[in-house]
């Protein structure tokens, strides 16, 4: 582990680094997810590595959608798991939903050790104390909350090969997904079957940040936080949901940014 200086303005960005690749030779993630990172801090340098008020919007009807939703699942990614695994079981005990493991290049030994990475961080999580302004039993909602994925008992109709695999009784059943850094011909199958489908994307031009119900264009981690924050706080849904406005914004405040 390198050491990054406190004085570092980029700090928390080159922790974020470290982290995977630190995940990638420990054989949690494939070799691509170091791309896939590359391309998120890109967009994130563009969005001044700061969450803007549309993606703050997006954050809250997400979780106005979960907390309304009858099956809602958390569907998590290698990186997902390594940058944001503890914030989203906090969000998955308030929820009382499933976490699902699901990854692009689907591996026995990638997946059982994503299981076993997120096992352990439930174990942390639910030594903690409770979240502010939550009031309940935290040891017992953190241990509650399933992580489902090793199974593969369930399929993914209008997707063909392993890509299809998924929990029965999480994606398949599920009414409303949340799927941080989703690939864009899953996330479009998934809307296919009448889900409704949250993602996490910096990069608003993403085939996945067009084809999903709700896109937030933000990193990952620091949604993570505020979801938890909105889930608690119940946020209300608004009438009318204009996601193409999401993204216009981001793509106002990239150009806004370079002309600075
Ligand atoms: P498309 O959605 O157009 O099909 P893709 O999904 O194939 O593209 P990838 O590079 O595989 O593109 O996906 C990575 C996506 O995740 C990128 O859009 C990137 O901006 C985003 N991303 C990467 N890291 C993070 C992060 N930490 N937080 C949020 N988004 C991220
Ligand atoms: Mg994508």
Not at 76 to 100: D, F, M, Q, Y
Request: with cysteine; hydrophobic share 40%.
């Amino acid at each position: 582990m390198v050491e990054v200086p406190e004085s570092h303005p980029r700090k928390k960005s080159l922790l974020s680094r470290q982290k995977i690749v630190d995940a990638t030779k420990n054989g949690l993630l494939a070799d691509s997810a170091m791309i896939a990172h590359g391309r998120g801090e890109a967009f994130d340098y563009l969005l001044g590595e700061k969450t803007s008020n549309s993606a703050r919007l997006a954050i809250k009807e997400s979780a106005s959608r979960l907390i309304e939703s009858d099956n809602p699942v958390i569907s998590v990614n290698g990186n997902t798991v390594v940058l944001a695994g503890k914030s989203l079981i906090r969000v998955a005990a308030v929820l009382n939903c499933p976490i699902e493991v699901n990854i692009y290049y689907r591996t026995e030994e990638r997946m059982s050790k994503l299981n076993s990475f997120l096992e352990k961080q439930k174990e942390i999580v639910s030594q903690e104390k409770n979240p502010d302004n939550w009031i309940g039993d935290w040891n017992n909602a953190v241990q509650s909350v399933k992580i489902l994925g090793k199974e593969g008992d369930g399929r993914i109709q209008g997707l063909e090969g392993p890509r299809s695999i998924c929990s029965s009784q999480g994606i398949e059943k599920a009414d409303v997904i949340l799927v941080p850094l989703e690939d864009g011909d899953r996330c479009e199958a998934l809307v296919n079957l009448g889900k409704q489908v949250l993602v996490v994307d910096l990069n608003p031009l993403s085939r996945t940040a067009k084809m999903a119900t709700i896109t937030v264009v933000d990193e990952i981690s620091r949604a993570a936080e505020l979801l938890l924050e909105y889930v608690i706080n119940k946020e209300e849904k608004s009438a009318e949901w204009n996601n193409q406005g999401i993204l216009n914004d981001a793509l106002k405040i990239i150009a806004e940014n370079s002309t600075d």
